[in-house]
């Protein structure tokens, strides 16, 4: 069985895209607007994309009646956005607050978020999450999709300062995953979540990078 999603339908009832490119890492991104009004929202097209200096991306599908998303704006027009980390205590504030509201009403209100300020910026913080990065605006690339919810604006940014709840960190100083659970997109309504993990190293890596300074020792090439 195969299909060209371009330009077919998917021979299957509901197609596999997203059910196969998974887990999906969630940016659940807060920002303030220009007015004032803060917003939060979780997006499943969040990445890292580089560590020196450390850079981010998301990208942000428009609505249909191609409005676009609120915290691209916000980002756009304030230069800043913080991401919190989405963990399975906090799956319902994130499920609640990506709500399609409108502009002038906070996610944070609406969900019951309690905030807490940002160090860089007037964009607030989930207060209950263990981990943040404020992140500064570098630049929006919009790409046209074949629908007005297709077209997307993919925004980067670089990370500016790093929060860590020291409880939610193991005793060498390693982001304890299992105990935070972070949680992740998959396809369909499905959701992951990530309670236990396991170690490989990639033979012949230098000490650096067997210890995760550097360059992160998880490719599977020496381009990966």
Request: aromatic residues 10%; negative net charge; glycine residues 8%.
């Amino acid at each position: 069985m195969k299909f060209d999603p371009a330009r077919e339908k998917s021979p299957t009832p509901h197609s596999p895209f997203k059910g196969l490119t998974v887990p999906r890492p969630i940016g659940w991104l807060s920002s303030v607007s220009s007015e004032g009004v803060e917003n939060l929202a979780p997006y499943s097209q969040w990445q890292n994309l580089t560590f020196d200096p450390p850079m981010v991306m998301f990208a942000a599908n428009q609505y249909p009646d191609g409005r676009r998303k609120d915290t691209v704006i916000n980002a756009e027009e304030t230069g800043w956005f913080v991401w919190n980390m989405a963990t399975w205590a906090l799956r319902d504030a994130v499920n609640i607050s990506a709500m399609a509201l409108p502009p002038e009403v906070s996610e944070f209100d609406h969900a019951g978020v309690p905030r807490r300020a940002a160090d860089l910026s007037a964009a607030p913080m989930v207060a209950e999450s263990p981990f943040h990065f404020e992140c500064k605006y570098l630049s929006t690339h919009r790409l046209k999709g074949n629908s007005t919810v297709g077209t997307i604006d993919v925004v980067y940014a670089t990370v500016e300062r790093i929060h860590m709840d020291e409880n939610s960190l193991t005793p060498d100083g390693r982001v304890d995953i299992a105990k935070v659970r972070p949680i992740a997109r998959m396809g369909y309504f499905d959701y992951t979540v990530v309670d236990s993990t396991f170690e490989m190293r990639v033979p012949g890596a230098d000490s650096d990078a067997q210890a995760g300074l550097g360059g992160e020792p998880m490719g599977f090439s020496a381009e990966g």
